[in-house]
């Protein structure tokens, strides 16, 4: 028995000016999978996380979340394009870390975590803090939970941005290069708590990485994309070690040089 | 000249309450009007920013004498009321310093990083709490040193309510004037212009108060503007 997919993207077209960033992509994630993206920069793979996180708008096509439309809602029996509130309703359960960790200034860590937990679920102070110092322990930062996040170094801010992420029990996470701004040696600790994330939980984990390492371990499929199609589609093993396409080899062999 | 100094003092002084309520009446009305009028600027609907930007282009535009004395002389005639002139002072220094506000707002609001606003998104705050929680604490550190500006600007120009006779030290000044010798006139002009100065360096005072608490509040130290 099937499950509805937790996300489909159907013909899904996006073009910024003159360029096709995505040209009639389909794409299924089931729940609980992980998927990871990658492909060449201007392939596409951050655009889909960003549709998925209504920070675009398809120019054509559906997105479907959990068994509902993202991009579009029913009004007197039409698909229309979404407006801000049903987005956001649907949304709800999609988090998003970035390569930047964007953790907000003007608020130490714990309230970083706390603001939509009661913002947007309601949930009580209490409630949400003690979610919150949970979440820490388990990125191994409780002890910073009042400190500002200026004071954290690259690795310790992209821990509680995932921990933030969390915070919304989201069913869907999207990583979007999400070590590519650390040093290298901080790495390792934001990756091993990706893998402990995916071994503990059954959220369900659309990935974009240049660590194909991590992305072989990690997840359960990789879909190599190029000018906006998914062009190669497999398991890690045999994508990452032995692709079907010229392209993925190509991409692959690059990928790995310039380490 | 100096034999007269302490009464060219002690009269110039009692002009410093309606100086100083002009200004602080004119800096509350700033702030209000610059964050309505800011805050429309970045509105999502046209119309909204079409209404702040007509009120923006207009006070910004158009002579800070001129509106004093249409606030004075024309509105009683049209509206049979007669509003009192610290009042309507106050009024057109709110509305006209108000209208660059505005701007000062709109470009702090816009230099906030839009990874933020994602940050926020991704979290599915709501617009409101978007701006109100997240962007506008980060904008605030931004608009402060201008708004420094801004509020000194608006002190030098409660001048202008001398020419609608409010009783501020300019016009104290002027009502001593016609009968004193250059000596005197010297003094009287170099009291007040100590006056103001005096008079902007608390406005400056109390806006570094605020600037550095406000920078501490994002993490920032003020002193080098540098991160940590």
Same mark, same amino acid.
């Given at each position: 028995m099937p499950a509805e997919p937790m996300i489909v993207f159907e013909g899904v077209h996006k073009r910024f000016g003159d360029s096709?960033?995505?040209?009639?992509?389909?794409?299924?994630?089931?729940?609980?999978?992980?998927?990871?993206?990658?492909?060449?920069?201007?392939?596409?793979?951050?655009?889909?996380?960003?549709?998925?996180?209504?920070?675009?708008?398809?120019?054509?096509?559906?997105?479907?979340?959990?068994?509902?439309?993202?991009?579009h809602m029913h009004r007197r029996g039409e698909l229309v394009p979404a407006d801000e509130k049903h987005s956001r309703?649907?949304?709800?359960?999609?988090?998003?870390?970035f390569q930047q960790f964007n953790l907000f200034p003007n608020m130490s860590v714990l309230g970083n975590l706390i603001e939509a937990p009661t913002r947007v679920l309601g949930l009580s102070r209490a409630e949400a803090t003690e979610r919150a110092a949970e979440l820490l322990d388990m990125v191994g930062l409780a002890e910073k939970i009042d400190e500002h996040p200026a004071r954290l170094s690259g690795g310790q801010q992209q821990r509680v941005a995932i921990a933030r992420a969390l915070a919304m029990r989201p069913d869907v996470l999207l990583l979007d290069e999400i070590t590519s701004a650390l040093d290298p040696e901080l790495v390792a600790g934001v990756l091993r708590l990706l893998r402990r994330i995916g071994d503990t939980t059954d959220i369900t984990i659309l990935c974009v990485t240049h660590e194909i390492g991590f992305a072989r371990d990690f997840s359960d499929r990789?879909?190599?994309?190029?000018?906006?199609?998914?062009?190669?589609?497999?398991?890690?093993?045999?994508l990452l070690r032995e692709p079907r396409q010229p392209r993925t080899k190509e991409f692959l062999a690059a990928v790995l040089e310039g380490r | 000249?100096?034999?007269?100094?302490?009464?060219?003092?002690?009269?110039?002084?009692? !002009?410093?309450?309606?100086?100083?309520?002009?200004?602080?009446?004119?800096?509350?009305?700033?702030?209000?009007?610059?964050?309505?009028? !800011?805050?429309?600027?970045?509105?999502?609907?046209?119309?909204?920013?079409?209404?702040?930007?007509?009120?923006?282009?207009?006070?910004?535009?158009?002579?800070e004498v001129v509106q004093l004395f249409w606030i004075f002389f024309v509105l009683p005639a049209l509206v049979g009321y007669q509003i009192i002139?610290?009042?309507?002072?106050?009024?057109?220094?709110?509305?006209?310093?108000?209208?660059?506000?505005?701007?000062?707002?709109?470009?702090?609001?816009?230099a906030v990083p839009r990874a933020q606003h994602e940050g926020a998104v991704a979290l599915s705050l709501s617009p409101w709490d978007r701006m109100r929680r997240v962007v506008l604490p980060q904008a605030v550190v931004e608009m402060l040193p201008p708004f420094t500006n801004l509020?000194?600007?608006?002190?030098?120009?409660?001048?202008l309510l001398s020419l609608v006779v409010v009783d501020e030290v300019v016009r104290r000044g002027q009502l001593l004037v016609p009968n004193l010798g250059v000596g005197e006139k010297l003094t009287i002009y170099l009291v007040e212009l100590v006056i103001y100065l005096v008079l902007a360096l608390l406005i400056t005072a109390g806006m570094r108060l605020l600037e550095r608490r406000a920078a501490a509040r994002v993490g920032r130290v003020p002193a080098t503007g540098v991160a940590t």
């Open positions: 096709v960033v995505l040209s009639d992509l389909d794409l299924a994630v089931d729940p609980g999978e992980h998927v990871t993206l990658i492909g060449p920069s201007g392939s596409g793979k951050t655009t889909i996380l960003r549709l998925l996180m209504c920070l675009e708008r398809v120019d054509a096509g559906t997105i479907r979340v959990g068994g509902r439309y993202l991009s309703d649907v949304r709800r359960r999609i988090g998003m870390v990789v879909l190599m994309l190029d000018g906006g199609r998914v062009i190669e589609d497999g398991p890690p093993d045999q | 000249m100096l034999d007269s100094l302490p009464l060219i003092l002690s009269f110039l002084m009692a !002009g410093v309450p309606p100086t100083v309520l002009a200004t602080v009446g004119g800096i509350a009305l700033t702030v209000v009007l610059s964050a309505v009028a !800011g805050l429309a600027l970045v509105s999502r609907h046209r119309a909204v920013r079409a209404v702040s930007r007509v009120y923006v282009e207009f006070f910004r535009g158009t002579s002139p610290l009042g309507a002072g106050i009024l057109v220094l709110g509305l006209n310093h108000g209208a660059y506000g505005a701007e000062i707002v709109r470009g702090a609001v816009r509020f000194i600007q608006l002190l030098k120009s409660t001048a």
